[in-house]
């Protein structure tokens, strides 16, 4: 996952900025960001990540849910 | 200004729902009785102290984020009030892990057992769950780490639940009905605790999610009287990450666990949510 780009994304309000490295795996028009350790499911971060959707903890459409699998699976064929 | 500091929260585990939850079906949530403490002193770095084994599934993030707010909010000289923060917690999830439910913080502040269920995009319910019967003590093994990734575990049922929706949603329904069933018996009386357990974990295993050296453990320990369910995203090869474990007779189940070579714990469930444990 090398190539991905991780930028700082306002995942607060406008009035009550929190400010959270992303990464954006939508389009520029159809944003869809997401944690960077949501993409590295081996890691640590990346398991609790993962128990957290298993356990309804994390709250993703399941188009969101396709494209998160879609995108790591991509990235992983190109190595 | 308080000087030290102390403060704790529990981890949870799911009691039933995995899975299904993920696809609009309901799941129970108990706080248990392993806890994570962070203690602080005027000036000092934090100090961090857990028993909630991490990566199974056991709240210990949720666990660290409400313990963090209750301690900031302490050194701040605030007033106690859950409600805020459960909130600081849920913030700080997010701003982790992206879009929490709030699940996990909300069991993890507040204790004892919760309902969620998310109904549409916009709209879930919380239901904290007032209990009128105490319950029997249960234990954790834990059969190992699995070989797949919780990723994969998902992609798995998503993958399956898509070539043959149908069945797949069947077996959702019947975990349904099995957490209702749970819900029942915590609140109202009435089912048996050990068949719901043992129906659950046979759901889950029909999903796919069980290895067969788990579920080897889990039959033999309903052939000994007790009864056991994986609890969280499960594992298909050699291990499945934890059991949650339910016998009357602990010394039956704590000699079953050495003669396997078995790591156990005892768990109470519903157990207290965030406290201060020292202040001065």
């Known amino acids: 996952m090398a190539d991905i780009q991780i930028i700082n994304v306002n995942v607060g309000t406008k009035e009550n900025p929190v400010v959270a490295p992303r990464v954006n795996i939508g389009t520029e028009q159809e944003p869809f960001f997401v944690p960077p350790h949501a993409l590295k499911p081996d890691t640590p971060e990346g398991t609790e990540y993962w128990n957290l959707v298993a356990n309804g903890d994390l709250e ?3 188009d969101e849910l396709g494209e998160i699998l879609a995108f790591i699976e991509d990235h992983a064929k190109k190595g | 200004m308080l000087k030290r500091v102390k403060v704790s929260a529990p981890g949870k585990v799911i009691l039933s729902g995995e899975h299904a939850v993920v696809y609009g079906h309901p799941a129970l949530l108990t706080a ?4 994570l403490s962070i203690a602080r002193e ?3 770095k934090r100090l961090i102290d857990s028993n909630i084994p991490i990566g199974c599934g056991m709240g210990s ?3 660290y984020a409400v313990a963090l707010s209750a301690l900031k909010l302490k050194l701040d000289g605030k007033k106690w009030d859950l409600q805020r923060i459960n909130n600081e917690a849920y913030k700080m999830e997010k701003k982790q892990h992206g879009n929490p439910s709030g699940g996990d913080n909300t069991v993890v502040t507040y204790g004892g057992f919760l309902w969620y269920r998310k109904e549409i995009e916009s709209f879930k319910i919380f239901s904290t769950v007032k209990i009128t019967r105490k319950l029997p003590e249960f234990f954790i093994i834990d059969t190992g780490r699995p070989k797949e990734t919780t ?3 998902i992609q798995f049922i998503g993958e399956k ?3 043959n929706p149908r069945a797949v949603n069947n077996i959702f329904r019947e975990i349904e009905e099995i957490t209702r069933a749970f819900l029942k018996f915590l609140t109202i009386g009435g089912g048996d605790l050990s068949e719901l357990i043992r129906e ?3 759901l889950l295993e029909k999903l796919g999610v069980v290895s067969n050296f788990t579920s080897s453990i889990a039959k033999e320990i309903s052939k000994i009287g007790g009864a056991a369910k994986i609890s969280g995203a499960g594992g298909r090869k050699l291990s499945s990450g934890i059991l949650l474990v339910h016998h009357l007779d602990t010394s039956k189940l704590l000699h079953f666990a050495k003669r396997r070579n078995l790591k156990i714990f005892s768990v109470k469930l519903g157990e ?7 202040k001065n």
């Open chain 2, 200 to 202: 659950n974990q046979t």
């Open chain 2, 272 to 278: 207290e949510g965030v406290r201060i444990d020292r």
């Open chain 2, 61 to 63: 993030s949720a666990a």
């Open chain 1, 60 to 62: 993703l459409r399941e």
């Open chain 2, 32 to 35: 248990v009785s392993r806890r």
């Open chain 2, 151 to 153: 990723k994969e575990m």
């Open chain 2, 161 to 163: 639940r898509t070539k």
């Open chain 2, 42 to 44: 005027r000036g000092k």
